[in-house]
């Protein structure tokens, strides 16, 4: 009753405003397992066709491994299916502790706790540490996660230039009162794929007296030699004072995060993090799937080094094509267009060659800034890379847009 036509025509007309600025989002329906040759339906309704994912965060392709599948499905055997509890009533089985000595083993900390999600851990992690006489300065590109929960931390918020260290360091002066100041960054940068220069915040942190958390979701597993994380690209393995990551990229896909970190850091999320209180725990199929995916990456770095391969091989290519990239070493390659209607465009223009590829605009990034985030994965082979980059070229050529620069390419569509 209270749903009133007049209720119900004010948010259709919102809706069409998405519509109209070809900012609305749809779903494409996959009907089969993540992998680098997937079957999608789209849009809703039409035949399913076969496409080259070009955009999971599948990074080490073990979303579909028969070895974690396995081990998933006997995990479920063994432990059951669901566990209908929190953590600290009823819903700890002794393979949750297992995992999170695993993965302070892995990421070399001290201690770690599950989240069902690292948006949750993000979520509960700042007001469980922290009070309103500390500070928190953050990269003012962190993850929206990170924003969130932020905003339920009653402790100072101050926010420096996107990974600017001049920046950051008169912020951790000017804060000096403070009783505790905690900087905030990824690790990589979900958007463009660079990474925070964690050598030179552990020096500023020492210097000022400050402790850093790093969200490392988009590198747990293949950023560093042996795939630790941005930590170890940037040689400060055991310096992170708290790291808090998924498994639902790299590291299976499935779903859950952790906080890990300092003993009494993690102890302190166990005692308050609301998240941690108040979600279920991680379901025992999920947990047994990313033993078995910690497993497979602590015996070889196969897999991040020719993810790595593939990555570099992938970015050059688009570069000789003549697209305008965001810089950066990583698997995460944005194909810049500047316009969210192009970038929409594009994308519809990559499925119909068998590509899938989605467009990035508001409010995931700014308008100005509208992209196709492109993602490589060790699933892929050449054959899927070269079929992929044939595709954007032939695509990139039937908008005009091979070796023009930015602002031709604002000039003729329009931010
Ligand atoms: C994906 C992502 C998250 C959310 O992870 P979930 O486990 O899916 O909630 C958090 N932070 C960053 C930086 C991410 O990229």
Redesign the pocket.
């Known amino acids: 009753m209270s749903y009133s036509e007049k209720t119900r025509s004010a948010y259709q007309s919102v809706l069409q405003g998405l519509q109209d600025a070809g900012l609305f989002k749809q779903e494409r329906f996959i009907h089969s397992p993540q992998a680098a040759d997937i079957e999608v339906e789209f849009p809703s309704g039409a035949s399913v066709r076969k496409v080259i994912n070009m955009c999971a965060?599948n990074y080490l392709g073990l979303s579909s491994h028969p070895d974690v599948v396995k081990a998933a499905h006997e995990g479920m055997d063994a432990r059951g299916y669901g566990m209908s509890s929190v953590r600290f009533i009823c819903g700890t089985q002794d393979i949750h502790r297992t995992l999170e000595r695993k993965v302070t083993e892995f990421l070399g900390t001290e201690d770690t706790i599950l989240?069902?999600?690292?948006?949750?851990?993000?979520a509960g992690v700042f007001e469980a540490i922290l009070t309103k006489d500390d500070v928190m300065i953050s990269d003012r590109l962190?993850?929206?996660?990170?924003i969130d929960g932020i905003r339920l931390c009653s402790a100072m918020q101050d926010t420096y230039k996107h990974a600017d260290m001049a920046h950051l360091e008169q912020k951790l002066e000017m804060h000096q009162d403070r009783r505790f100041r905690l900087v905030i960054t990824?690790?990589?940068?979900?958007m463009d794929g660079d990474t925070a220069p964690l050598d030179k915040m552990v020096s500023l942190a020492e210097k000022y007296d400050a402790m850093i958390l790093i969200?490392?979701?988009?590198a747990s597993g293949f950023i560093g030699k042996t795939g630790r994380g941005t930590h170890e690209k940037y040689g400060v393995v055991g310096k992170m004072d708290v790291i808090?990551?998924?498994?639902?990229?790299a590291l299976g896909g499935a779903?859950?995060?952790c906080v890990s970190g300092r003993r009494e850091l993690v102890e302190m999320c166990r005692q308050k993090a609301r998240p941690y209180l108040f979600s279920n725990s991680i379901a025992p199929v999920v947990v047994q799937g990313v033993l078995k995916v910690f497993d497979i990456l602590m015996a070889s770095t196969e897999r991040r080094d020719k993810l790595e391969k593939n990555a570099a091989y992938w970015r050059k290519g688009l570069q000789e094509a003549g697209f305008v990239l965001k810089e950066g070493d990583t698997p995460i390659v944005p194909v810049m267009l500047f316009n969210a209607k192009l970038a929409g465009d594009f994308s519809r223009a990559l499925y119909d060659e068998g590509i899938y590829a989605v467009g990035f605009f508001f409010p995931v990034v700014h308008k100005s800034q509208s992209r196709i985030r492109t993602q490589i994965s060790a699933g892929h082979e050449m054959h899927h890379l070269d079929k992929a980059l044939a595709a954007f070229i032939k695509v990139g050529k039937k908008f005009e847009i091979l070796g023009k620069a930015k602002q031709e390419i604002i000039e003729r569509f329009g931010m």
């Open positions: 965060n989240f069902p999600s690292c948006m949750d851990a993000n962190v993850h929206a996660s990170l990824d690790g990589v940068f979900s969200d490392d979701s988009h808090t990551t998924t498994f639902g990229k779903t859950g995060g």
